[in-house]
């Protein structure tokens, strides 16, 4: 899994901004999915396996909230999956806000977060069988795009997207995979996937989209465009 998600991640790295990068990347993304799922088809796997009642366990939080996780309890954590009926629940490695809920040798855990969370509860769905594939924000990740404004996608006017700059209004800002923040994304996906073997990997907000970024107009320069 890990290796296909890099290949999509890199894939969409061919083309710069505008209608011409949303529609190829668009065809490209379509063309991967189909192979993919056509090599899962030839490995055994088919719709019908998919768990019947899953949970996207929301888990955003910034570094302002003190005592992440401190009241956690697996027996509780547990009874709560078994009595919803849940077979498939979704855990945060990292959250919109950048934070890590585990500990990191690649990014950063969250301050007012004690112990790995990530830890405890894999081992405690997996106590009672139930799935636990593990959420990582890639499209946004506040923290660097304070960190690194040349890594966040801009309109062609020069704003960000989703807000329209860092001062006038509160919100995340978009981020571009065709900057350095790709190789930090994907060592933070290999870190996961080598330490903990998850179910499965949730990357979130990780579409298609133009993007007018230094890295992204340069790129389109040096093809004669």
Known sequence: MNVIMKSRMRESRTYGSGEEYTLRNVCLLNTLWIKTLQSLTKKGWNME????????????????????????CKEEFQEALITGHVDSVTVFSKCHHGWAYHPTK????????????????????KEIGVAAPVYISAGLDEKEAVRHPEWVSRLADESTTWVKDFTSEPGYHLLCFNTGYLELLLAQISEVMENYHPSGIFLDISSVHPCYCSSCRQEIMSRGK
């Open 106 to 125: 690649v990014h950063e855990m969250h301050g007012n977060l004690k112990f790995d969370l990530l830890k405890a509860q894999l081992e405690a769905c």
């Open 49 to 72: 396996k998919l768990k019947f009642r899953q949970v996207h366990l929301d888990f955003h939080t910034s570094e302002k909230i003190q005592n992440i996780g401190e009241c956690f």
